[in-house]
């Protein structure tokens, strides 16, 4: 095999959303933490990245250099200024494509590799790979197929087809999970030799066991109180509704469990259309009592949240990884979530944590009710959460992303492509 030549450029294609935005919001999450931290540790390396975003307004400069001496965010106007869905961008990916291939021209940029992030970037890359000689990665962050079914949407729309057009003409594709791997092969017909699992990191610098009563007296919580901590974009498939209902049942069969407990719901502001559904709901079931929406939250202010909390909640209806529960097993605390996606993979039931049938408050209250009454259970399992966490150190992630790249420069691929 010929030895790797070392990754010194890359581009990364990150279109509809920016790593610098501001996270919590309906589609800012873990997509965004993603680029940015894979930019900032590939940056740390001496590797020179250049992140192609879209820019959403005039008054945004057009390059940030924010993440790193050799990272530099690039922000190019397409479909015009202001959010919007990525499906409403589709048609915007030929002019960003061509927005990228004029700045690197014009700046004698090349890359060693380009790495696109989400379907719709992964259309502005099948676009550049028709005039740049560079071999093409591909991660996908969730995929359209997945989606549809748990919402029980018909299979196959655009962002599907546009997936399997991908699929069919990345040089590499990154799986987070076993599962996605799996979805990738039976549910898009990728040529398995294409195929790597490497999953999304977190930053174990930042996100560590920390001591809890300062944590707890960082949020505000006094003697005898206690938090269980959701956090994420508050959207439907987050599922907080179940866990709405999961507090009802405590409440109603055995209340004392609950006393002095707060349910800290970070992510989503005021306005947010799930927020105020959510809201209307625990009213209506009579837990509001118990429920505090926080707002969005800074990433950075995140590690005494998850240390300070009894356990963190996800009761999702997919995830196709759950860096949220990555981040709070890294921070010294159990997680209590659905056996679904990525989730399953991440957390091993009753060692790290537990798992419990999706959209079943009845389960989710049992184990939030074995957390709360028993102290030395949550801290068991917190110790081994933390434990399992620091292999997914960034630093590790990203050995393993570089791997993939060498991979596809090697060129080992070209005889692949349709
Ligand atoms: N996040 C944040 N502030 C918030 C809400 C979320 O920084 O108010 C971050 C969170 O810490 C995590 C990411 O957004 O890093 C969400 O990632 P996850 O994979 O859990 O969900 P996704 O957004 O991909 O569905």
Redesign the pocket.
Known sequence: MTPAKPIESVAIISMHTSPLAV??GYKT???N?YVRELSRELGRRGVQVDVFTRRESASQPEVDTSLGATVRVIRLRAGGYGTADPSSLIGATQEFAAGIHKYATLNNRTYDVMYAHYWLSGLVADVLRRSWDVPWVQMFHTLGAMKNRIANQPMIDPRVMAEMQIVRHADRVIAATQAEHHQLLWLYRVDRRKVSIVPPGVDTSQFKPMNRDVARASVGLCDGEKMLLF???LEPLKAVDILLRALHELHTVEPSVLAGVRLMV??GEAGNPERTRLCSLAEQLGVDGYVQFAG??E?AS?PVFYAAAEALIMPSDYES????AL?AMASGTPVIASAVGGLQYLIRDGETGFLVPVRDPESLAERIRQMLIDPNLRDTLARAAADRAVQYDWKLVVDQVIEVFERAARGGRRHLNV
């Open positions: 996270l919590g999450g873990g997509m933490v956090v994420g974009r970070v992510g969005s939250k990433h995140l990884f759950g860096m949220v981040e």
